[in-house]
Every structure is written in C-alpha cells, then in structure tokens.
C-alpha cells in the first residue's frame, strides 16, 4: 500500500512539475509528455515553421500553403475554382483569369505545383500549377501568394504531365494523359489507333520579375498517354522525360487493355534541340483558339489575350528531338535524382522499379543503339539504357523523391508505404507504413539538385479511420516523416484541402522577408479606383450605376446611396484606403448573385449587383476591422423602375447629388 | 480512500503552486497599468510630451508655404477619411493640434500609432475616448514633417 503511495505520489509531482513548465513548453522535453515526435513537429505559438510547403488542391482546383513541420494551414490560394471568400472569380477584376476558349470555366482539377528554379534549385519566385480537366497552366507569384496567370493549353486534354520546371524555369512542360483526334475534330472513338495523337507542350516563362508564360513550341507524338513528366539536370539539362501508358492505344476498358504491354516508354525530349529546329523553321504554324490571362498588381485587374496559332514540331521531321526509353509497366511518376544521372521509372503494375542512366542513354543513341522506330522516334534498347533495377520493393510504385545524402524514397500505393533505397548499388535500406494508400510523396527540394533531405511528407489517397469521421466524405490526408536517420519516422497526420496530389515545399527563409504586407495607394493604376473621400461619387451611364466608394476603419464613404432603380446594374467599385498591413476590409451586400469582395489595402475590386426589388438593401465590411467594425455598413434605395428620381450619396454631412 | 487524498491534496498544490506564479505576473501589469495612469495625469511625464516613436527632435523656424501645401495633400489623402479640422470625426478636430501637442509629437502619431497608443500617456487617453485605434498609413519621416507644417499654418490664422 505504501509502495503504491509513494508512486502515487511520485507521479503527481512530476505532474505538477511539468504542469508549471515555466518556459511554455518551447525547447524544453517537459511537458511534452515523453513524445519525441511531438516535440519535433511543435512550432511554439508565435514561432514561425521552418519550410513553406504548397499542396495541391486536387479536385478543389486550389492550393494550400501550410507550415512544416507543424502541419499548420496557412492559405488556400484560389488558382483555378472562384472562391467567395475571396471573390476570386466572382469579382469583375478575376472573372477573366478562368475564361477560356470554352467560355468561363470555373473549376479545374489541380496537380503538381512546381516552384521556380534558378540553377536547379527552388528560387522563390513563383509557385505553377497543371489544371488536368480544361488544359491549363496557373503562375502563383509568391511576394503576394496570389494567382497572377493562367495560360491555356490548346491541342491538348488530360494536362497531366505538367507543369515540371526545367532548371532555370525555361520551360514548363505540359503533355497530354489524353491523347485525341488533333487538329480537334469529331472522329470515332473507335479509330483511336489511328487517327488520336498525345502532344508535348513547352512553356516558356520569362526570367523577370513577371514570369510571363508563352507558348513556345508543341510537339505532335503517337496517340499514348503521357502521363508524368520530370526535366533533366545538370548534364541532363536540356531533356525532359514523359513516361507513357496505353502504348496499346486501346480506346476502351483500359483498365485491362491499356495494362497488355511488358514495357511502355519514357519519352526523352531534347528541348534545346527543339530550339534549334523552331529557330531553323523546321514548324508547322498550326491553327489553335486559346486564352493567355494576366493579372497586374497595378491595375488589380486582369485580362484575357486571345491566341490564334501554336508552332509544331513533328518528330519525324526533326532527328534527334525525341527518343523512347522501354520502361515496365505503365510507369506513373518519373524522376530525376539530384545529380542528372538517374532517371526512375515507378513502373506502377511492375514488380521491379527501373531506373535508367542518362550517360548510358547518350552513349545508346551515338551508338544507334535502336530496337525499332514508332512514328520516326527511335526506340532505345532496354539494356542500353537501364542503371539498375531495385528488386521486389513494394506493389505499385508511384513517384520518387530524393534526399540529396544518396538516398531515394518511393512510394506504393498498393502496399501503402515508403520505400527508401541506395541510388547506384540499388538496395533498399528502409520502409514505413502510410495511412493510407499514399500516392506523392515530397522532400522539400526533393526533386531539385539541392534536397533539404530533412522532412519527408506522404500525400494520401485514403484516410479511412485516421480522424474523426465526417460522414461519408473524409479529409484527404498528409503524414509528416523525419528523414534526417537512418530509420524514418512519423511524426504527424495532418488533413488537406481536396485531394493533394503532389506538393513542393521551400525554406521559409527564401520568402518570408520578400511577402508583400500591402499595395501602395499611389501605385494604383485601377481605372476605378478613388484615393480619398473626396472623389467618391456615384455616376449613372444609361441602366448602370457605379458607386465609387472607399473604406478606412471603419466606415465606408459614401455610406448611403439613393436613386438607384429597378433595372440597374450597380457596380460597387471599393478602393481600401488603409496603408498597413493584415487590414484588408470586406464588402458585401444583400441579395447579390456573386460572393464579397475582399479588398486588400490599397487595392480595388468590383462587386456587380443586380437589386431584384424596390426596398432598401444594406451592405456592410464582413471582415472585422476594428472595435467599430460592426458600425461599418451603409444602404442603397432602390427605387421602382419608372421613378423620377436622381442619384445622391453621402456620408455623414456630405450630401452629394447627380447634375 | 487515502490514495485520493492524496492526490486530492496534491491537485490542490498545483493549482495554487501555478496560480500563484499567475497572480504575481497579474500584479505586476497591474502596478504598470497604475502608473501609466498617474503618468497621464501629469500630462508631460514619461517623454517630455514628445510622444514614443522615431522622431526626438524637431526644429521648427518660419511657417514654410510650399511646404504647408504639401502637407495639406498628403493630409487629404491620407488623414481626411477620418480626420477633419474643425470637427470630432472618427478621430479629433485638429484645429489646435500644434498648440496642445509639440510637433514631435504629432509625427510619432502618425508614423507610429501602434505604440503610441500603448505607451504614450496622452495617445492612451484619446484611444479610450475615441475607441477606433488610428491607422498606420505608413507616412515617412519628411511626410510627417510637412504635414505639421500644414497644421501649424491652419493654426497660425
């Protein structure tokens, strides 16, 4: 009984000891109840996380920006969905960032967000994304976290394999998951074979501080599906590889007839030899419809360019500009380890992973070291090329991140964990369960030349019973892994947004000090904007009505507006005068068919609104600004359609009426 | 019986063992709070009435016109949504601001309003009376200066 005391004892004392843990916690092994692992993922509050990290949104067509290693969700940029949050897409300003040459799409199914890079290694400077379903290409500048462009691609479907820098963001890659009748005509899905072609798109980004995406240059490939891509580097700088299914060409049940082959390929591009070629004219101008759309800082608004025609490059016309690598068996993700030498291939139905050499490929093509020719392209022999296989490591691998110590992580879907294996002597040294079903995987830099090989996080397909549940539909989910051992270790499951497929993630230090804290008001170039009270007024051009107004905590001016009529089209033109940072004011008001605005300081945005009846309607800030927040709201009359009446506004004793 | 005694009893000590730690920290905010009080009684205590910021020292000679007009437009584009001359807005008439308040003063308050109206005795004061802390237009240094040189030419007629 007395032992038993004493423990007792014994035990609420360190209880109490612990309890009181004078330095909350920060840096200290107390109060952390014995748990490594959350001792390694905790970011005391007030402390900032080590890395960035950008997930993409999958299906919800966004990305997130969360802290690692705390897990901690910090935004979801709008990319390629309207978010009313924001009122990205819904405001006059961003409508145009999702036109497209099918009219407004305002959706997309987002990928892989892939950071700039200078010399191989992640910059800072902007953050793409792939949209998979209506073929697109979104730049994320990453001063302001804000999308500021989105290129079609045309002659294209499935944009999967994309966007995948190049090494000093020369190009974006976008290749086509879904090969169709091209130029895009209606033919028989059952002439597949024959008459569907794949097509490798290369963007080109200026190397400014705009980032401008161009389409450079298309290259017209058999009807596969290109389904992943990596670009070389270092001494494979230059190349981009693609890997391939369906070189069956089955139109139908692929499932079962796209999976026939004993090898499928990884399509080796030489872009530099691409650019050769277009400078010698070797293309075919091809008719193409797509849209270019642009977003200034200045203006705070965007605008769509319409593009009329692509260059196309045709293999077989031009030697030496792409050549099919065999690879077993309908390989999913591939990846270039940090030195440019290796080239994996997740051959996802192969129960070997294949890795190619890029020395050996070069040697293989002097030697034309050919098995046959598919539409002019040379096809490779395997054993030329191939640098070693790891044996039976796991069912279904996917994608390939790299540590930069010699080490490679691969992850299987079907048996649910990550496999870390030896680059060059090709034997596995390591592997943990996910939960569950993981599909990409990331180490910061990891597909860079220069790994931080110290976090490692899986992107998983299923959560199953990780959470607590919410129905039928459960949060994707990420596990955070410490690879800085011998022996990788979880330390914490974090939901995301939609369904994360891959992600990127960049030293906090390498953006933090460049994040913009607000737009300066005389750098405002909005064609509608007001920079003090003094011009706001309300004009009337024939039905509509714009209502020029500006916010400072916490009032709007004006605050009230009279004589708008059945019939109207209202435009609410909101510059935020604030000049300070984290003070961005909302605006909403009553009825409206669209979403808020959410006005940063110094900029301007444009709610459309349509009254569908005679009354008075308010409008307020929905974003608390200061103790006076609630005060912050106004009201618009609207009168019957045939009234006689003027516009006038005003706030407080400034009465204003229209000539 | 005796074992949730115990550990009764030993709940009980880290309660007050935490607590008190809590209440002396509790004290101490307390006997600041007291004398910021005291100090804005007095008006001038702390800085001298020249406001807590980056300005310390301001030399003031003629009244400088092109400078006053100057001033007067950064004044409307910056100040005006909340501020005017002659009237309680959302903040106070500035009518007699360079009478009551010394120059320095007055440019600390608007480059610097965060911590001006946690420290500065007088700054404190008008937040409490007008509740809506005055926003940060991050103003330089020169803009400051010509926009009390706009004020000190109101005041002067």
Not at chain 1, 452 to 458: A, E, I
Request: glycine share 8%.
């Amino acid at each position: 009984m007395k032992t038993k005391l004493f423990l007792i004892l014994a035990l609420a004392l360190s209880i109490v000891l612990t309890g009181c843990d004078s330095d909350g916690g920060k840096g200290s092994k107390a109060g952390m109840v014995g748990s490594n692992a959350a001792e390694k993922v905790y970011v005391a509050p007030g402390e900032h996380d080590e890395f960035y990290a950008f997930l993409s949104g999958g299906f919800s067509g966004q990305v997130s920006v969360y802290g690692l290693p705390s897990g901690r969700l910090f935004k979801v940029i709008p990319v390629f969905s309207q978010d009313g949050e924001k009122g990205y897409g819904y405001n006059e300003e961003t409508k145009p960032m999702l036109e497209t040459s099918h009219g407004f799409v305002p959706w997309d199914d987002s990928h892989h967000p892939e950071l700039s890079q200078t010399d191989g290694v992640p910059d800072g400077r902007f953050l793409f994304i792939n949209g998979n379903n209506t073929p697109r290409i979104a730049k994320i500048d990453l001063r302001t976290f804000e999308t500021t462009e989105i290129i079609e691609i045309p002659n294209s479907a499935g944009n999967h394999s994309s966007p995948f820098t190049t090494e000093n963001s020369e190009y974006l890659v976008a290749g086509t998951r879904f090969s169709i009748p091209i130029t895009e005509t209606d033919v028989s899905v059952k002439e597949y074979a024959a008459k569907f072609q794949g097509m490798l798109t290369f963007v080109s980004v200026s190397p400014d501080e705009v980032g401008d995406m161009e389409i450079d240059f298309q290259i017209l490939m058999p009807g596969f599906d290109y389904d992943l891509a990596h670009s070389g580097k270092g001494p494979s700088h230059g190349w981009t590889f693609f890997t391939t299914y369906n070189t069956e060409k089955a139109s139908t049940m692929k499932e079962v007839n796209a999976s026939q082959n004993d090898k499928d390929f990884i399509a080796a591009v030489n872009w530099k030899k691409a650019q050769e070629y277009v400078k010698a004219g070797k293309f075919h101008t091809m008719p193409s419809n797509y849209l270019n759309n642009e977003y200034s800082d200045h203006t705070h608004s965007a605008t769509s360019k319409k593009m009329t025609s692509t260059r196309v490059l045709i293999p077989s016309e031009c030697p030496g500009l792409v050549y099919y690598l065999p690879t077993p068996k309908s390989p999913h993700g591939v990846d270039v380890d940090p030195s440019g030498e290796y080239i994996v291939g997740n051959g996802k139905l192969s129960a070997d992973l294949t890795v190619h050499s890029y020395s050996k490929m070069i040697k293989a093509i002097e030697a034309k070291a050919f098995e046959k020719e598919i539409d002019g392209i040379p096809v490779l022999k395997y054993d030329q090329v191939v640098a070693g296989v790891v044996e039976k490591p796991g069912l279904g691998p996917l994608h390939t991140e790299f540590d930069g110590k010699g080490y490679a992580y691969t992850t299987f879907f079907i048996s649910s964990e990550v496999v870390k294996w030896k680059l060059g002597t090709w034997e596995i040294v390591d592997r943990i369960p996910s939960y569950y079903s993981v599909g990409h995987l990331m180490i910061p830099g990891g597909d860079s030349r220069k790994p931080w090989g110290k976090y490692l996080v899986s992107l998983n397909k299923i959560t199953k019973d990780r959470y607590l549940p919410t129905g039928p539909e459960l949060a994707h989910s990420a596990q955070l892994y410490d690879i800085s051992g011998d022996k990788m270790e979880l330390l914490l499951d974090f939901p995301t947004i939609g369904e994360p497929h891959y992600a990127q993630a960049i030293a906090a230090d390498i953006i933090k000090d460049k994040s913009l804290k607000y737009y300066k008001l005389d750098d405002n170039k909005h064609p509608h904007a007001v920079k003090n009270e003094k011009d706001t007024r309300v004009e009337r051009k024939g039905n509509e009505v714009h209502v020029y107004l500006t916010s400072i905590r916490s009032h709007f001016a004006p605050d009230w507006v009279e004589g708008v009529k059945l019939g109207d089209v209202v435009y609410f033109h909101l510059t935020n005068l604030e000049q300070d940072w984290d003070v961005p004011h909302g605006f909403a008001v009553k009825g409206a068919n669209n979403a808020e605005l959410l006005v940063m300081p110094g900029q301007t945005e444009t709610l459309k609104w349509i009254p569908k009846a005679v009354g008075v309607f308010p409008m307020y800030c929905t974003d608390f600004c200061s103790a006076l927040h609630q005060e912050m709201q106004g009201y618009v009359r609207v009168h019957p359609a045939n009234a006689n009446v003027k516009l006038s506004w005003g706030l407080n004793e400034v009465e204003k009426q229209e000539k | 019986m005796i074992k949730t005694m115990a550990l009764f009893a030993l709940s009980i000590f880290m309660l007050v063992a935490c607590g008190e730690a809590g209440d002396a920290q509790l004290e101490k905010n307390a006997s600041s709070e007291t004398e910021a009080v005291e100090s804005a009684a007095s008006e001038t205590a702390g800085n001298d009435g020249l406001g807590v910021g980056p300005v310390k020292s301001v030399t003031i000679g003629a009244l400088d016109a092109a400078m006053a007009k100057e001033g007067e437009d950064l004044f409307t584009k910056n100040c005006t949504a909340c501020h005017k001359i002659e009237a309680k807005f959302v903040g106070p008439a500035l009518a007699g601001v360079t009478e009551r308040r010394k120059p320095e003063w007055i440019m600390n308050m608007i480059m610097n309003p965060e911590q001006m109206v946690k420290e500065d005795p007088v700054a404190k004061e008008l937040l409490a009376e007008f509740l809506a802390p005055m926003a940060n237009q991050h103003i330089t240094e020169e803009q400051a200066r010509k926009i009390v040189e706009y004020f000190r030419q109101v005041d002067s007629k």
